[in-house]
């Protein structure tokens, strides 16, 4: 994943499991506290701002939020807490709705997906975005070895992003 900046501040790995997808979080030079962290629709991370992200993942056309009753994106996750040195060590979360495999709930679909952290923490509920402030921080998700796509989409599990 990629500061404004883009310099590289750590990985988030994404494992198909029969849950959903597992994403391990590793990051640093984030402000300590809390931080909304999605899955944005668009694999394109132009900084300052992350734009071009585009909205929350969220093929099912639910309202954004955890905390929703009429949610959440498929692309919510539960905030990130960076440490008084602002990392976020080892940190796990699961995307319920989410595959990596075919179909319309895949973060591969199209030209992909990507992650994002924001500034802020994401309160589960506001429209459209949780009210999590700026992005702060971008990285698309993309397979992990040399890109090639492997014939058995079980193969396909492990996918990484930087
Ligand atoms: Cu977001
Ligand atoms: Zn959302």
């Known amino acids: 994943m990629y500061n404004p900046d883009g310099d590289m501040i750590g990985t988030a790995k994404l494992t ?6 597992q994403v391990l979080v590793n990051v640093e030079g984030l402000e300590p506290g809390p931080h909304g ?3 944005h629709e668009f694999p394109v991370c ?3 701002d992350f734009t071009s ?3 929350h993942f969220n093929p099912t056309g639910k309202m954004h939020g955890l905390m929703n009753a009429e949610g959440p994106h498929a692309g919510d996750m539960p905030n990130l807490e960076a440490d008084e040195s602002g990392k976020v060590v080892e940190a796990e979360v699961m995307l ?3 595959t990596l495999l ?11 997906t990507s992650l994002v952290i924001h500034e802020a923490i994401d309160d589960g509920f506001s429209q459209p975005a949780g009210d999590a402030g700026e992005r702060v921080a971008c990285g698309k998700i993309q ?11 079980m193969e396909q599990k492990d996918k990484k992003e930087e």
């Open 102 to 112: 075919d179909g319309k709930n895949s973060l591969m679909k199209g030209e992909g």
């Open 96 to 98: 319920p709705e989410a």
């Open 16 to 21: 198909e499991r029969s849950e959903g997808v």
């Open 46 to 48: 132009e900084g300052p």
């Open 143 to 153: 397979l992990n070895d040399d890109g090639e796509m492997p014939t058995d989409p």
């Open 53 to 55: 992200a585009g909205n």
């Open 37 to 39: 962290f999605h899955v």
